[in-house]
């Protein structure tokens, strides 16, 4: 295969892994941020936790893995994301160690004051993650301030309404997906409690989505490439057209469709935003010629062709790995039963 080939293969499977990670966090993110409000009791919290228990340090696996498939396959697109975004990365991975800390530690006292601040510890970090996250990815698809001497915005520049708004999407997705899981895995009072939230996230997502949509159409190039090809438009139509289904599903409580709904919100979101970016990695808004594109900042042919075989062979066993865990752990979790996460 030419490197050209390669480096679209790699493009692609860069994108593929950034979604698999939202899809499998998404839930267990959004049980992180209602867990507060939620779980009124010891029983409920150790229902909680027995939900995202088994799986939310597999999900972190793809976060590892998209870091490094862009150190191995765009050694330059690491290296520049990684300085110019190095503050709002940084407390992305605070975010991550506390939201571990909170889980792992909430039932190590009984303490009420120990209790309340890693049960708040818990739910504010896995708010924080999907916030900065999407304002990152938002920002990717606004275009970056990056001239001649690098980044030339600064960390607060970051944090633009339409960034504001592409978090709003993330945390409503993502909250969506957890009540879903809730009523998949759990039973009892959590699933009204749940429910009630629900009602109010899942047309929130339909109009922040659509107001995304149409901010990007206005304030990005992301669209430019669909006015090219109008067949692309179909792909953030299947976006706004899940979440309407999220709704749909909410309101007859088949949770199931409703999380099945939310991943295809994320898949073509993502679908969406990297599709207009294409080329671009890191696409520079002052001058295009500051960008860093698939082409620009690739490896080596060899260095490509021996990852894709290593992607060939582990990314199948780690997704296998995660079927096989969700299969595993696939009975609902009882009020009555359930012991916690030790």
């Not at 504010?124 to 001649?148: C, D, H, Q, R, T």
């Not at 895995?185 to 659509?210: C, F, Y």
């Not at 709704?247 to 679908?271: E, H, P, Q, R």
């Not at 900042?297 to 490509?304: E, F, G, P, R």
Request: glycine share 6%; aromatic share 16%; proline share 4%.
């Amino acid at each position: 295969m030419s490197h050209s080939l390669l480096a679209n293969i790699w493009f692609v499977l860069w994108c593929v892994i950034w979604v698999a990670y939202f899809i499998f966090d998404s839930y267990t993110l959004g049980i992180g941020m209602m867990f507060p409000y939620i779980a009124k009791n010891r029983q409920d919290r150790n229902q909680l936790q027995e939900v995202v228990g088994p799986f939310w340090n597999g999900a972190e696996v793809w976060l590892i893995t998209a870091g490094g498939a862009t150190f191995a396959a765009f050694p330059a697109v690491y290296a520049d994301m990684f300085s110019f975004l190095y503050v709002p990365f940084y407390l992305a991975l605070f975010a991550l160690i506390f939201r571990a800390v909170g889980l792992e530690f909430m039932h190590k006292d009984d303490h009420p004051m120990w209790v309340k601040s890693l049960k708040w510890t818990f739910g504010v970090a896995s708010f924080f993650i999907p916030v900065v996250l999407g304002v990152l990815f938002a920002n990717l698809f606004y275009g970056l301030e990056i001239g001649k001497n690098g980044m030339e915005g600064s960390l607060l520049g970051l944090f633009k309404p339409y960034a504001i708004l592409g978090a709003t999407v993330f945390v409503l997705t993502f909250l969506n997906a957890g009540v879903a899981w809730i009523h998949v895995k759990a039973d009892g009072q959590l699933l009204e409690r749940a429910n009630k939230i629900a009602r109010v996230t899942a047309p929130s997502l339909v109009a922040a989505l659509a107001m995304f949509f149409v901010a990007t159409a206005n304030r990005t190039p992301i669209f430019d490439r669909f006015n090219e090809m109008p067949i692309l438009y179909i792909i953030p139509t299947i976006a706004l057209i899940s979440s309407m289904m999220v709704v749909l599903f909410v309101y007859k409580k088949k949770y199931l469709l409703a999380l099945a709904s939310t991943a295809d919100v994320i898949i073509f979101f993502f679908a969406t935003g990297f599709t207009g970016m294409y080329p671009n990695m890191l696409p520079s808004r002052l001058n295009d010629a500051f960008s860093l594109t698939l082409h620009n900042s690739a490896s080596s042919q060899k260095t490509l062709q021996i990852m894709f075989i290593v992607a060939c062979i582990f990314v199948p066993i780690v997704l296998a790995y995660q079927i096989w865990t969700h299969y595993l752990f696939r009975e609902r979790v009882t009020n009555k039963d359930a012991k916690g996460y030790h």
